[in-house]
C-alpha cells in the first residue's frame, strides 16, 4: 500500500514505507564524508610574532620543529597579513577581505558600522563550516579574538563563538591576550571554564598543546580514517610576556650585545638563506617620531641588563611555540599521519611596539596608553621577577624592530613590519619539493588566500549559502601554483590595507603606504610609493618619481575602500565609542555568594572612571570568620576585601604596587561591610571602607585601574585564579571565606566627565590598536 498523500514525514525517505516492517524497505542518511585520502590540515597561528624570530626566517632562536617542517617544506617570504589580531584571524578563517567580513578592527570596540560590526556576519562562511561540511572533524585551541568583549560573558549570544562558526570542539581564550600562568577565563567549548586556582606548574601554551593532542587521540580512539582541521591559535606572542622558568633560562645571556647587533645578525642570516633578492637592504633603525628605537650603545648598563631580560623572555615563549608544535608532530608521527597532513605556520601581523621605547614591568600600565603626566608605566620590581607568574612585562620596541628585521614599523601599521610575517607549509605527501627546488616562494600572497588554498590542494568545494543565505564570495585566490611550481607568478594582484588611518595598495610589484598624521586628518594620507620587486623592505619612496602612479594607486584604494565597507574611516576616538544599550553594565549588580567568577569586561564595567561601592551583606560576623569577600584582578593589577584576625582589610594592587588598609576588629554581629570609592582628579580614587554604617578606614589617592585592569573578574568569597596580593595567596590560597556570606552588591556610579577621565577614555582604542 502506498503512503497516503497526506501522510507527513515521509517526502525524503527514498526507501518504502508499508504498514509493517515486512512490506517495508529501511533507507538510512549518512553525514557528508571526505574524499578518500583527504589530508588532514592544521595551521598554527602566532599572536605578534615578527618575519624574523623563527630559525628558517633567520632567528637565533632554536626552532628544531619549524627547521624540519621548512628543510622539506615550503616557506614564503611575501606573505601579508592585516596589521592587528582579529582582522587577520577573520580574514584568514574565512578568505574574505577583514572590514568585509566585519572586523576593520579589534573585537575590542564598537563603533556601529558595517566594516566595523566586530562580529562574523550570518552570510560569512568560515573554514571549519566549509570542512565540516565537507566531512572533517574541526577543532581549535587557543586565542579566538574574533568576538566582540561585550560578548564574552556566559549570558551573551554566542553567534561568533567557535562552536558556532565550524568547530566541533574548542578550548582556549575568546580573548585578544591573556596570562600565561592564571588566565582571567578560558572556555571549553561554550561554556567557561569553572576553575578557582591553577596548578603551580600551569602553563597556557602547555595547556593548550594537552588539549589539542587530546582531541587528535579521541578522535582516532573512534574513527581510524576521518580527517580533521586543527586551528592552533597561540596566544604567544602577545604581552604580557611570560615564560617558563627554563625556557627563560635557556636564552641568559644571550642578547647582551643589544638590538642592533641582532639585526645585523638575524637579516645576513636572511641573505644566506636566499629569503631576498640579491641588493636587498635593511631598514635602518627605525627613528620617526612616535616609533623610534633607541640606539643601544646609548642605554645605561641598568636599562641594558633589564632589556636583556626581556628578550630573554621572549626568545623563551618562542622556544615554547616550537615545543608545542614538536609534541603534535610526534602525535602525527604516532598516528602514521604526518605524510598526509597539511601544516601551516604563520603569524597573524608583526611585532609590536606596544611596550614603548623602554619596555615595561607593569604591562597594563602600560598598554592603557594614559596621557597623564604622572602616569607610571613601568612600576619599578626586582628584575629577577620578569618574565615570571609575578609580573606581567613587554620588551622596548627596539626588540619589536629586530623581531620584523629587515623592515620598517611595527604591528598596527600598514609597512611591512606590520603585515609581512613568515609562513611555512608542509605536506610531505602532497607537496613533495624536485631536487633543484629551495622551497623559498616570493610571490606576494595575503592572508584571505589561504582558505581557497588548502580547499584546493584537499580537493574540498565550498557550499555556495550559510544558514539559508547566499555565502559571501572569497576575495582571496589560490596560491597552489605558486607552491607547486617555484617559477608561478600569483595570482593575487592588488590588495587594500587600512587600519586606523594608516592605508595601503599592493598592486603588481607598486606598494602605495601612507601612516596616520592626525595633523593631517584622517582622509588626507600623505602617500608613499615603493617597488617591492627591487626594494622589499619599502626604503626608496618613489612618489615624487612617478606621481601617476601614486594617483592610480590612490584611485584605486580608494574604490576598493567602497567595495570592502571599510568607509567611514574612523579615528582611534571614534572606536572609543559603544553601543548605547552596554550602559546597562554601569547599572547595580547583586552577586549571590557561590556565584562563579564575573567576566573580566562585564566586571570593568562596574568600576571603569567613576565612584563605585561594594555593599557585603554577611549572616552576622562571629569571631574567628575569616577569608576574603570579594576580589577583582590579579597580579597585574586589582583590589580585595578580606578579614583576617578578625580584623577587616582592604588590599590594592595599583599595576603591581600593593598597598593595604586595616578597618580594625569587626564586632561580633556584623551584617554589612562596605568599600566606596570616589573618583579623584588625575586618575585616582580615594577609598573609604565602612562597617554597619561607621566609617572605619580611609586609603586616598590611589592610581585608578583603567584600560583592561583589573583583568581577572570579580570574585565573591575567595580570591580566584590570578592572586590579587601574593603574600595573602602565599599564606592562605585562595583564601575562602570560612563565614556565611549572603552576597556582594555593586553600586556604580556615573562616569567621571573630566579631562583626564575623557583622555583615558579616547586613550581605551588606542591601546588596543598598539
Known amino acids: 500500500m502506498p503512503v497516503p498523500p497526506n501522510a507527513r514525514g515521509y517526502e525524503n525517505f527514498s526507501g518504502v514505507a508499508g504498514r509493517t516492517t515486512a512490506d517495508s524497505t529501511p533507507e538510512w542518511s549518512y553525514p557528508p564524508s571526505a574524499p578518500a585520502g583527504a589530508p588532514n590540515i592544521i595551521v598554527v597561528l602566532v599572536d605578534d610574532m615578527g618575519f624574523s624570530d623563527i630559525g628558517p626566517f633567520g632567528s637565533e632562536i632554536d626552532t628544531p620543529t619549524l627547521d624540519r617542517l621548512a628543510a622539506d617544506g615550503l616557506r614564503l617570504t611575501n606573505f601579508h597579513t592585516t596589521p592587528l589580531c582579529s ?75 567557535p562552536t558556532q562558526r565550524g568547530f566541533d570542539r574548542y578550548y582556549g581564550s575568546l ?76 636564552y641568559r645571556g644571550r642578547y647582551a650585545e643589544g638590538w642592533d647587533r641582532l639585526r645585523q645578525s638575524r637579516f645576513a642570516a636572511q641573505l644566506a638563506q636566499g629569503l631576498f633578492p640579491e641588493g636587498t637592504q635593511q631598514k635602518p ?45 610526534e602525535t602525527l608521527e604516532r598516528f602514521g599521519e604526518l605524510d598526509n597532513t597539511i601544516i601551516v605556520f604563520t603569524s597573524d601581523n608583526g611585532g609590536t611596539a606596544e611596550g614603548g621605547p623602554e619596555g615595561t614591568r607593569t604591562y597594563f600600565a602600560q598598554f592603557a596608553q594614559v596621557d597623564e603626566p604622572d602616569w607610571e608605566r613601568d612600576v619599578p620590581h626586582d628584575d629577577e621577577l620578569i618574565g615570571t607568574a609575578k609580573l606581567g612585562v613587554h620588551y622596548p620596541r627596539g626588540w619589536g624592530q629586530a623581531s620584523n628585521t629587515p623592515f620598517r614599523f611595527y604591528k598596527g601599521q600598514t609597512f ?70 617555484a617559477t608561478a607568478v600569483s595570482r593575487h594582484v592588488e590588495q587594500y590595507s587600512e587600519m586606523t588611518g594608516h592605508r595601503g595598495f599592493y598592486r603588481d610589484g607598486w606598494k602605495l603606504l601612507a601612516l596616520y598624521e592626525p595633523e593631517r586628518g584622517i582622509d588626507n594620507p600623505h602617500w608613499q610609493l615603493f617597488d617591492v620587486r627591487t626594494d622589499p623592505t619599502e626604503l626608496h619612496d618613489l612618489s615624487e618619481q612617478h606621481p601617476e602612479k ?45 556565584t562563579p567568577p564575573l567576566e573580566r569586561y ?45 580584623h577587616l582589610h582592604f588590599g590594592y594592587n595599583a599595576y603591581g604596587r600593593y598597598t593595604t588598609v586595616e578597618a580594625g576588629e569587626i564586632p561580633t554581629g556584623s551584617k554589612h561591610l562596605t568599600v566606596s570609592a570616589i573618583v579623584r582628579p588625575h586618575l585616582r580614587w580615594d577609598f573609604t571602607l565602612g562597617i554597619d554604617g561607621v566609617r572605619a578606614a580611609h586609603l586616598p589617592d590611589q592610581v585608578q585601574l583603567v584600560g583592561m585592569s583589573p583583568w581577572t573578574g570579580i570574585s565573591i568569597g575567595l580570591d580566584a585564579r590570578g592572586p590579587v596580593s601574593w603574600d595573602l595567596r602565599d599564606r592562605h590560597g585562595v583564601y575562602r571565606y570560612t563565614g556565611t556570606l549572603h552576597s556582594v552588591t555593586y553600586r556604580p556610579g556615573a562616569i567621571g566627565v573630566d579631562e583626564e577621565t575623557q583622555r583615558a577614555l579616547d586613550s581605551e582604542a588606542e591601546l588596543v590598536a598598539e
Open 87 to 161: 582582522p587577520s584571524r577573520a580574514a584568514l578563517l574565512t578568505g574574505i577581505n577583514s572590514h568585509r567580513a566585519g572586523f576593520g578592527f579589534v573585537a575590542n570596540a564598537d563603533p556601529g558600522y558595517p566594516g566595523l560590526r566586530l562580529e562574523l556576519a550570518d552570510d560569512v562562511l568560515t573554514l571549519p563550516e566549509i570542512l565540516r561540511a565537507n566531512g572533517y572533524a574541526t577543532y581549535a585551541v587557543g586565542k579566538w579574538h574574533l568576538v566582540r568583549d561585550a560578548t564574552l560573558h556566559p549570558a551573551a549570544a554566542r553567534d561568533s563563538w
Open 175 to 250: 580573548e585578544g591576550l591573556n596570562s600565561f600562568y592564571h588566565p582571567n577565563q578560558l572556555v571549553s567549548d561554550s561554556s567557561p571554564v569553572q576553575v578557582d586556582e591553577y596548578p603551580a606548574d600551569y602553563y597556557l601554551t602547555d595547556d593548550y598543546t594537552e588539549r589539542a593532542i587530546g582531541y587528535l587521540k579521541d578522535l582516532r580512539a573512534h574513527d581510524a580514517d576521518k580527517p580533521f582541521f586543527l586551528y592552533f591559535a597561540h596566544t604567544a606572542m602577545h604581552g604580557p610576556l611570560q615564560a617558563k622558568p627554563a625556557d627563560q633560562a635557556k
Open 285 to 329: 633603525r627605525n627613528t620617526e617620531p612616535g616609533y623610534e628605537a633607541q640606539e643601544w650603545d646609548s642605554l645605561t648598563p641598568e636599562q641594558q641588563s633589564r632589556f636583556e631580560r626581556y628578550m630573554e623572555v621572549y626568545a623563551g615563549m618562542v622556544d615554547s611555540i616550537d615545543q608545542s608544535l614538536g609534541r603534535i608532530v
Open 416 to 485: 611591512a613590519g606590520g603585515v609581512r610575517v613568515p609562513f611555512i607549509l608542509s605536506w610531505p605527501k602532497g607537496l613533495a619539493r624536485a631536487e633543484n627546488d629551495s622551497g623559498i616562494r616570493q610571490e606576494y600572497v595575503y592572508a584571505t588566500d589561504l582558505a581557497p588554498t588548502l580547499l584546493e590542494l584537499a580537493g574540498l568545494q565550498r557550499p555556495p549559502v550559510r544558514n539559508g543565505l547566499p555565502a559571501k564570495d572569497f576575495d582571496g585566490v589560490s596560491a597552489v601554483e605558486v607552491l607547486r611550481d
Open 550 to 594: 601614486v594617483a592610480e594607486l590612490a584611485a584605486a584604494w580608494d574604490e576598493s575602500a567602497w567595495h570592502n565597507t571599510v568607509f567611514p574611516l574612523v579615528t582611534r576616538q571614534d572606536l572609543a565609542k559603544r553601543r548605547p544599550e552596554e550602559a546597562r553594565y554601569g547599572e547595580r549588580v547583586r552577586i549571590l555568594a557561590g
Open 602 to 646: 562585564r566586571s570593568q564595567r562596574l568600576i571603569a572612571y567613576r565612584d563605585f561601592t561594594i555593599a557585603v551583606e554577611l549572616d552576622g560576623y562571629r569571631p574567628g570568620d575569616e577569608g576574603v569577600l570579594v576580589a577583582h584582578g590579579d597580579p597585574l593589577g586589582g583590589y580585595l576585601l578580606y578579614i583576617e584576625d578578625n
